[in-house]
């Protein structure tokens, strides 16, 4: 009861503050004071997802958020984090990559529950994916190191190939960290070594079509969209394989790395977490 009369004030007090993105998926920054309304959801959320890590005794778990509509590619969430039990910023800090201001550079990110739901989303749906218990402490002690280590590649794009050593997402990020954490024994902690274990191991991308016509018509001509980071053959198919919040949990599923998973629509917990 202490923890979590702990863990309530400190995010109350998250909360009167203004909030200021240093860095958000894909869009511009500007400063804003977020709407009351969109704060109290956002606290609600990081509430209902902190009671729930709390009642693990996992060190690390996944964390997805809907920043972006993407139901026209039948994907949910958009972007995942790790949230870290114990970290100098606080407990459950989610560490996470993030676009620099719709640039092609991109940072690494910790940030408390309610602020990293608190970026303009789509909606308050959630969703937390638990790993193993050995995987989980070696994903933990991983994101402990950071940033020693961190596999980050700084040049953005949002529809890097996967594998690209010139690119990188938020999404490639999160897999390539697994990728680095879940052999046993660990590998070298190198992004092309990461990402060729999840490859061995099972991960295939998902495939998002986007029309020519869609490239030009819809300016999607911008500093953190580079579509020569794939193939011709790609580029005339207009399918992108890319890493999504869904392809790695269907990877993490189909070979066994989840210890157990939990999922909010609207507010009310699921009762089987559904495709993410």
Same mark, same amino acid.
């Not at 511009?28 to 005794?57: G, M, N, Y």
């Not at 994903?139 to 010139?166: T, V």
């Not at 061995?200 to 869609?214: A, E, L, M, S, V």
């Given at each position: 009861?202490?923890?979590?009369?702990?863990?309530?004030?400190?995010?109350?007090?998250?909360?009167?503050?203004?909030? %200021?993105?240093?860095?958000? @998926?894909?869009?511009?920054?500007?400063?804003?004071?977020?709407?009351?309304?969109?704060? =109290?959801? =956002?606290?609600?959320?990081?509430?209902?997802?902190?009671?729930?890590?709390?009642?693990?005794?996992?060190?690390?778990?996944?964390?997805?958020?809907?920043?972006?509509?993407?139901?026209?590619?039948?994907?949910?969430?958009? &972007?995942?984090?790790?949230?870290?039990?114990?970290?100098?910023?606080?407990?459950?800090?989610?560490?996470?990559?993030?676009?620099?201001?719709? %640039?092609?550079?991109?940072?690494?990110?910790?940030?408390?529950?309610?602020?990293?739901?608190?970026?303009?989303?789509?909606?308050?749906?959630?969703?937390?994916?638990?790993?193993?218990?050995?995987?989980?402490?070696?994903?933990?002690?991983?994101?402990?190191?950071?940033?020693?280590?961190?596999? &980050?590649?700084? &040049?953005?794009?949002?529809?890097?190939?996967?594998?690209?050593?010139?690119?990188?997402? %938020?999404?490639?990020?999160?897999?390539?960290?697994?990728?680095?954490?879940?052999?046993?024994?660990?590998?070298? +902690?190198?992004?092309?070594? @990461?990402? @060729?274990?999840?490859?061995?191991?099972?991960?295939?991308?998902?495939?998002?079509?986007?029309?020519?016509?869609?490239?030009?018509?819809?300016?999607?001509?911008?500093?953190?969209?580079?579509?020569?980071? &794939? %193939?011709?053959?790609?580029?005339?198919?207009?399918?992108?394989?890319?890493?999504?919040?869904?392809?790695?949990?269907?990877?993490?599923?189909?070979?066994?790395?989840?210890?157990?998973?939990?999922?909010?629509?609207?507010?009310?917990? +699921?009762?089987?977490?559904?495709?993410?």
């Amino acid at each position: 009861m202490k923890r979590a009369h702990t863990l309530l004030l400190a995010l109350l007090i998250a909360c009167t503050a203004l909030w %200021s993105p240093s860095g958000r @998926a894909g869009t511009a920054c500007e400063t804003q004071t977020i709407a009351p309304a969109k704060l =109290a959801d =956002a606290a609600a959320t990081a509430l209902r997802v902190a009671a729930a890590l709390d009642r693990s005794d996992a060190p690390a778990a996944l964390v997805a958020r809907v920043g972006t509509d993407l139901s026209e590619h039948g994907l949910v969430y958009s &972007h995942v984090g790790f949230a870290l039990r114990e970290h100098p910023d606080g407990p459950w800090t989610v560490l996470h990559l993030l676009n620099d201001c719709g %640039s092609d550079r991109s940072s690494l990110h910790a940030q408390g529950l309610v602020n990293f739901f608190a970026d303009d989303l789509v909606n308050q749906d959630a969703r937390i994916v638990w790993l193993r218990p050995e995987a989980a402490a070696r994903l933990a002690g991983h994101l402990r190191a950071l940033p020693r280590e961190a596999l &980050h590649q700084p &040049h953005y794009n949002l529809i890097a190939k996967p594998g690209s050593a010139d690119y990188q997402n %938020s999404t490639a990020w999160a897999l390539e960290t697994l990728g680095a954490t879940l052999p046993v024994p660990p590998g070298p +902690q190198d992004r092309r070594a @990461a990402y @060729a274990f999840v490859k061995r191991d099972g991960f295939t991308p998902d495939r998002i079509h986007i029309p020519y016509g869609k490239r030009i018509l819809g300016g999607l001509f911008s500093a953190n969209v580079a579509f020569t980071d &794939h %193939s011709v053959g790609t580029r005339l198919s207009g399918d992108y394989p890319v890493v999504t919040v869904r392809s790695i949990l269907r990877y993490l599923e189909s070979q066994g790395h989840v210890a157990e998973e939990t999922e909010w629509r609207n507010g009310d917990l +699921q009762a089987r977490p559904g495709p993410g």
